[in-house]
């Protein structure tokens, strides 16, 4: 299923509404009919010219965002994404009109983009947050014009919500992030990554780092060659192992007791013990 797909050109945006308008509307009977072959029989055309006959109210509803300052074709691009799953989701017998149910899928994709792109750190990480995000949006003129805590409040009040929810999020808003790309002052070239400290290991420690642990794990495997069968059994599935076995895990298989399974684990260890060189032990 697959939606017009936005070009790149000099008036994109006006090239892509030209050839949305393309598309004509349904009659309800129409896309009553469309929407049935679909869910019924699997028909993709009948899909597709269901999402094309509604692309234009893509648009209509993510002009209603426009002021979160996100490239609009990107919008529509998401909301475009939110109409393809409606039309999946979309029941025909019950008797609404596929837009009228695909508003809320749309707007619902627009808004996790809006909240993905606002920032790094996640600003909405509940429904409730997501929700106070868009409405806090739509007062923040009323907020910034406030000075007295009585205002404060009546907007809390009005919005639902306390006011130290309402205040962290007008804080998380106003934070945007920043490219550390970018010059610390007007003129220069000194940036935020310069003046982050390397915490990368040198090369040299990153040679002598590698060449113990061939070391290690050579000794490691010349110790673990000493052992019988089972103690390298036990001891590579107790303790070698990513995910180790229990003392019961290993009792069940060789039918022994669980005490057993530990004296053998503790014998084999001691006898790796023995082989190890005193710089391995010490590691």
């Known amino acids: 299923m697959h939606a017009l797909t936005?070009?790149?050109?000099?008036?994109?945006?006006?090239?892509?509404?030209?050839?949305?308008?393309?598309f004509k509307?349904?009659?309800?009977?129409?896309?009553?009919?469309?929407?049935v072959r679909y869910h019924r029989h699997g028909d993709l055309d009948a899909a597709q010219r269901l999402i094309c006959a509604n692309l234009r109210f893509v648009v209509k509803i993510a002009h209603e965002y426009r002021r979160y300052g996100l490239k609009m074709l990107d919008l529509i691009q998401e909301g475009n994404i939110g109409l393809m799953m409606a039309v999946k989701k979309f029941e025909p017998e019950r008797g609404l009109r596929l837009i009228s149910y695909a508003v809320w899928w749309i707007k619902a994709?627009?808004?996790?983009?809006?909240?993905?792109?606002?920032?790094?750190?996640?600003i909405g990480t509940t429904q409730a947050q997501?929700?106070?995000?868009?409405?806090?949006?739509?007062?923040?003129?009323?907020?910034?014009k406030m000075g007295e805590e009585s205002q404060l409040a009546n907007l809390a009040d009005e919005l639902d919500v306390r006011e130290e929810e309402l205040l962290e999020m007008e804080q998380r808003i106003n934070v945007?992030?920043?490219?550390?790309?970018?010059?610390?002052t007007e003129g220069s070239s000194y940036t935020l990554l310069d003046a982050l400290p390397d915490t990368q290991e040198n090369q040299e420690d990153r040679f002598i780092k590698n060449e113990q642990e061939k070391?290690?794990?050579?000794?490691i495997q010349s110790a673990l060659?000493?052992?019988?069968?089972?103690?390298r059994n036990i001891v590579e599935s107790r303790i070698?192992?990513?995910?180790?076995?229990?003392?019961?895990?290993?009792?069940?298989?060789?039918?022994?007791?669980?005490?057993?399974i530990r004296q053998l684990e503790k014998n084999a260890l001691e006898k790796i013990k023995g082989t190890l060189s005193p710089r391995v032990l010490s590691c």
């Open 25 to 35: 509307l349904l009659s309800r009977e129409e896309e009553y009919d469309l929407a």
């Open 215 to 219: 070391v290690l794990s050579k000794e």
């Open 225 to 231: 060659s000493t052992l019988n069968e089972r103690e």
């Open 176 to 184: 945007r992030d920043s490219s550390i790309d970018m010059p610390l």
């Open 6 to 22: 936005v070009p790149v050109t000099t008036d994109t945006l006006e090239f892509y509404m030209t050839q949305v308008k393309q």
């Open 109 to 122: 994709y627009i808004h996790n983009f809006i909240i993905r792109s606002w920032s790094m750190v996640k």
């Open 130 to 144: 997501k929700k106070l995000f868009f409405k806090l949006n739509q007062a923040r003129k009323a907020l910034s």
């Open 240 to 260: 070698l192992s990513e995910k180790p076995l229990t003392l019961q895990d290993l009792a069940d298989k060789y039918q022994v007791s669980r005490e057993r």
